[in-house]
């Protein structure tokens, strides 16, 4: 079983810096993709970013430049510097993890989601 806790949003002013923090645990596997995904109300989730245990990193055209995201691989932890914030970026940020379990030949991918912080940006 693998949980993720999610920390760090709050209420900021536009132009403002938030830093979103993800602890995973459980039996996690070394290949496998951290990543956030925000969700406003009636919307669909929208990737926002994700990095490999590798460390390769994706971001959202709408973030890139201002959100960077980051992972300790020995702690297991996931964290995103969000700076220069936008109204637009006001939405439930959920921490993710893909995992992949099995061997060479054959195996799952497993998708677990943290419980989501949320993160408003006031005009």
């Known amino acids: 079983q693998v949980q993720l806790v999610a920390s760090g949003g709050g209420l900021v002013q536009a132009g403002g810096s938030l830093r979103l923090s993800c602890a995973a645990s459980?039996?996690?596997?070394?290949?496998?993709?951290m990543a956030w995904y925000r969700q406003a109300p009636g919307k669909q989730h929208e990737l926002v970013a994700s990095i490999t245990a590798g460390g390769e990193t994706n971001y959202a055209d709408s973030v890139k430049g201002r959100f960077t995201i980051s992972r300790d691989n020995a702690k297991n932890t996931m964290s995103m510097q969000m700076n220069s914030l936008d109204p637009e970026d006001t939405d439930r940020y959920y921490c993710t993890l893909r995992v992949y379990y099995g061997s060479d030949y054959s195996g799952v991918y497993a998708n677990f989601w943290g419980q989501g912080t949320q993160v408003t940006v006031s005009s």
């Open positions: 459980g039996t996690i596997g070394s290949i496998n993709t």
